[in-house]
């Protein structure tokens, strides 16, 4: 197994797939990461679309904003998951938002986001969370129920390429100690 730190310092964004397919076996071994992620109250708020087919996969790259890098990896990579959520429950207590910034759904989903992206890296897979998108007609391309949105897609290959790691803050650059 891989050492966490290796994992979390080598995933890249990746927007170009090898033409090789992903096992039904590697998918529920990513799935099943998810499935694990933390959530408010253990809400798991969470539904992810799995979108194999071509077709789906070019209606959806229709919705996707012309200059977006990623506009490409939605019709070339083998699966494209697309991450939705459960309005109305994160983040509530007796159907009121309990915190100042409401629903907290996209916090859930990004943590489940992390969480997918890390474990396709340590399957030798590659991902980018794309969300530069008409969410709305992507919505109704995935026939997405009214209660959830979609919040982001993210195709999912083998990696045709491997870019360098770009520059990071130092520490002392984000860290505030006692006050900011």
Known sequence: MTDLNEIIKGRRSIRKYEEKDV????????????????????????????????????????????????????????????????????????????????????????????????????????TVIVGLLDHDRAKDVLKVPETHELAALIPLGYPAKISKAPKRKEINEFTHYENF
């Open 23 to 126: 096992s039904d076996e590697t998918l529920t071994q990513i799935l099943d990461a998810v499935r694990w992620s933390p959530s408010w109250t253990n809400c798991q708020c969470w539904d992810i679309v799995v979108v194999k087919d071509i077709d789906t996969k070019e209606k959806l790259r229709q919705t996707i904003a012309p200059k977006n890098p990623a506009v490409k990896a939605i019709v070339n990579a083998p699966v494209v998951l697309a991450l939705c959520g459960k309005t109305g429950i994160s983040g509530y207590y007796d159907n009121q938002a309990a915190t100042k910034f409401g629903d907290w759904f996209m916090f859930d989903l990004g943590i489940a986001a992390q969480t997918l992206c890390l474990k396709a890296y340590e399957l030798g897979l590659g």
